[in-house]
Nanobody, 123 residues
Framework: QVQLVESGGGLVQAGGSLRLSCTDS????????MGWFRQAPGKEREFVAG???????VHADSVEGRFTISRDNSKNIVYLQMNSLKPEDTAIYYC?????????????????WGQGTQVTVSS
């Protein structure tokens, strides 16, 4: 069973960087396609990036070139490296696991979710 815990969030100035981690204590996440989503106050949850078991990746247009998703299957960890952060990146960031073969932006295809980690970018 996938048990996801996010970490690495915090407060950072615009232009700064953070690296989020998603750890699976159930040690099964290597079998799943993984995704990062975010939700800002008053807004719907939105897709940020996804990575398949074979490390095929997709990133939302809003973060393309600034964020990079990666995974270490030997450690059951998925990362989100976030560079050149902007105030509009402020949100709670969630990781999620999907049984699908390829990453999708549709949150309905993700079966397991972490509790989220807060990212705040000051101007």
């Amino acid at each position: 069973q996938v048990q996801l815990v996010e970490s690495g969030g915090g407060l950072v100035q615009a232009g700064g960087s953070l690296r989020l981690s998603c750890t699976d204590s159930g040690r099964t996440s290597s079998r799943y396609t993984m995704g990062w989503f975010r939700q800002a106050p008053g807004k719907e949850r939105e897709f940020v990036a996804g990575i398949s078991r074979t490390e095929r990746t997709v990133h939302a247009d809003s973060v393309e070139g600034r964020f990079t998703i990666s995974r270490d299957n030997s450690k059951n960890i998925v990362y989100l490296q976030m560079n050149s952060l902007k105030p509009e990146d402020t949100a709670i960031y969630y990781c999620a696991a999907s049984s699908g073969l390829w990453p999708t932006s549709n949150s309905n295809f993700y079966n397991s979710w972490g509790q989220g980690t807060q990212v705040t970018v000051s101007s």
